[in-house]
């Protein structure tokens, strides 16, 4: 088994897509009516397959963030990528640094979402394993 995406509920989905899109996301496809409303897939450039689909139902507005804690995205630099975020328009917390190389920061999407933003040290590998906690 793979764990292949999130769907995340958004109120307003232009806003959310501007939001996503100036994070890095790029809008692949989308599935316009289904049950849940119109779905919106999202992919990061270095991931193979869609990892956030926005659902979007104007009668279902965000009512309740709190059943989501955080999505977490790995960036290469995070300085960088902050600076980046800002001339896009999109704020980030000063960095946090956790450990030797680790560096985290946090940004709130639209509908309150937060994300987090992960800078692994150089030599660790793609993703979290259970040497994170051993």
């Known amino acids: ?3 292949l995406h999130l769907g995340l509920r958004v109120t307003n989905l232009e806003r ?3 939001f996503y899109t ?3 996301y790029a809008k692949i496809g989308g599935v316009p009516e289904t049950e849940f409303g119109s779905l919106t897939m999202l ?3 270095d991931d193979p397959f869609v990892s956030l689909e926005l659902v979007y139902d104007p009668a279902r507005p965000v ?3 709190g059943a989501v804690n955080h999505l977490v995205v790995q960036v290469d630099d995070l300085s960088a990528t902050i600076a ?3 001339i896009r328009g999109v704020m980030a917390e000063p960095p946090t640094e956790l450990g030797p190389g680790m560096r985290t920061s946090w940004l709130t999407d639209p509908d ?6 992960v800078q692994w040290p150089p030599d660790h590998p793609v993703g979290m394993t259970a040497a994170d906690f051993a």
Request: glycine residues 12%.
């Open 112 to 117: 309150g979402y937060r994300i987090e933003l």
């Open 22 to 24: 100036a994070v890095g």
């Open 84 to 86: 980046d975020l800002a």
């Open 1 to 3: 088994m793979r764990m």
């Open 16 to 18: 959310s897509l501007a």
């Open 63 to 65: 009512g309740d963030i």
């Open 43 to 45: 992919q990061l450039p």
